[in-house]
Nanobody
């Protein structure tokens, strides 16, 4: 089947940087948009950044100028470079991919298991 595996979360001080990676693997026919969402305790899951297969990008207003999303289509991998991190960025970050499975022949959203990002001094 299809699996999304995230890496790169952790604890960082305010003003620091982290880089998240998410690799999609398995029976993939085609990958469309990929992105990152985050969910803080007691809050809903919100979009952080998304990048289409044509490299069209959109960011949440709260991360514009600080976060950069990119992708490697050959590796079915999406990255999130997070700079100037703030305590308000603390959350579980989830990778999302809109892709078509070659086995099921169905296009749908897939999610990673989530990676914790904590910004604290």
């Amino acid at each position: 089947q299809v699996q999304l595996v995230e890496s790169g979360g952790g604890l960082v001080q305010p003003g620091g940087s982290l880089r998240l990676s998410c690799a999609a693997s398995g029976s993939i026919r085609r990958t469309y948009a990929m992105g990152w969402y985050r969910q803080a305790p007691g809050k809903q899951r919100d979009l952080v950044a998304k990048i289409t297969s044509g490299n069209s990008i959109n960011y949440a207003d709260s991360v514009k100028g600080r976060f950069t999303i990119s992708r490697d289509n050959a590796k079915n991998t999406v990255y999130l470079q997070m700079d100037s991190l703030e305590p308000e960025d603390t959350a579980v970050y989830y990778c999302n991919a809109d892709l078509e499975s070659s086995i099921l022949g169905i296009r749908r959203d897939y999610w990673g298991q989530g990676t914790q990002v904590t910004v604290s001094s």
